[in-house]
């Protein structure tokens, strides 16, 4: 199992920059790819960005494509989210996960019943 522990959210102003962590403990953090979405107030959640287990492949949503980066320092047991150029459609509260699944680009790598567990969120509020 791994336990994961989302920090770094809060309030900015449009077209600012906020950076999310997302530590892990638990099984060796290296073993799982990792992914983040997000659930706005009144929708459902949604996917933003995933990445492999040794962080050389990433993937995106169309919406955060050029705004937002993802990475991850397996020697620190922590994966990153850059979000660049805020605006207020990105508030909501945003969630990291892991799968024991390998990655693969695609449809699948965006499907939340793809991942095994996942942290309790972070909120980030974009003001316009």
């Known amino acids: 199992q791994v336990q994961l522990v989302e920090s770094g959210g809060g309030l900015v102003q449009a077209g600012g920059s906020l950076r999310l962590s997302c530590a892990a403990s638990?099984?060796?953090?290296?073993?799982?790819?990792m992914g983040w979405f997000r659930q706005a107030p009144g929708k459902e959640r949604e996917f933003v960005a995933a990445i492999s287990r040794t962080g050389a492949s990433t993937s995106y949503a169309d919406s955060v494509k050029g705004r937002f980066t993802c990475s991850r320092d397996n020697a620190k047991n922590t994966m990153f989210l850059q979000m660049n150029s805020l605006k207020p459609e990105d508030t909501a509260v945003y969630y990291c996960?892991?799968?024991?699944?390998?990655?693969?680009?695609?449809?699948?790598?965006?499907?939340?019943?793809?991942?095994?567990?996942w942290g309790q969120g972070t909120q980030v509020t974009v003001s316009s």
């Open positions: 996960a892991a799968t024991t699944k390998a990655y693969r680009p695609g449809p699948r790598t965006a499907t939340m019943g793809e991942y095994d567990y």
């Open positions: 638990g099984r060796t953090f290296s073993s799982y790819a």
